[in-house]
């Protein structure tokens, strides 16, 4: 595990508290723990997900035209734009 410096505040609902501490408990590992690995799982989500997202871009095989053609094409929008 990485070493753990940076520190965190956060409100939070009792609700969503009082989860977290039987979530925490019926685990037992510490509510930290539990939301680490919680922001964990999000960021990893997104992360995959725009993978995925690129790679079926990648898989369209589109016709892509040279750099050059492609600034000139949005240069010209931009200067048709209002």
């Known amino acids: ?5 940076e520190r965190l505040e956060i409100r939070i609902s ?3 508290a009082e989860l977290l501490r039987r ?7 510490p509510v930290a723990q539990l ?3 919680a922001i ?5 989500r997104e992360r995959q997900s725009r993978l ?10 589109a ?6 053609e492609m600034k000139r094409e949005i240069e010209e929008a931009r200067g048709k734009a209002p």
């Open 40 to 44: 964990d799982l999000l960021l990893r």
């Open 23 to 29: 979530e925490a408990k019926r685990r037992r590992v």
């Open 14 to 16: 009792p609700e969503i």
């Open 63 to 68: 016709p892509v035209a040279d750099w050059e």
């Open 35 to 37: 939301v680490r690995e």
């Open 52 to 61: 995925q997202a690129a790679e079926a871009l990648f898989q369209i095989g």
């Open 1 to 5: 595990m990485a070493e753990l410096k």
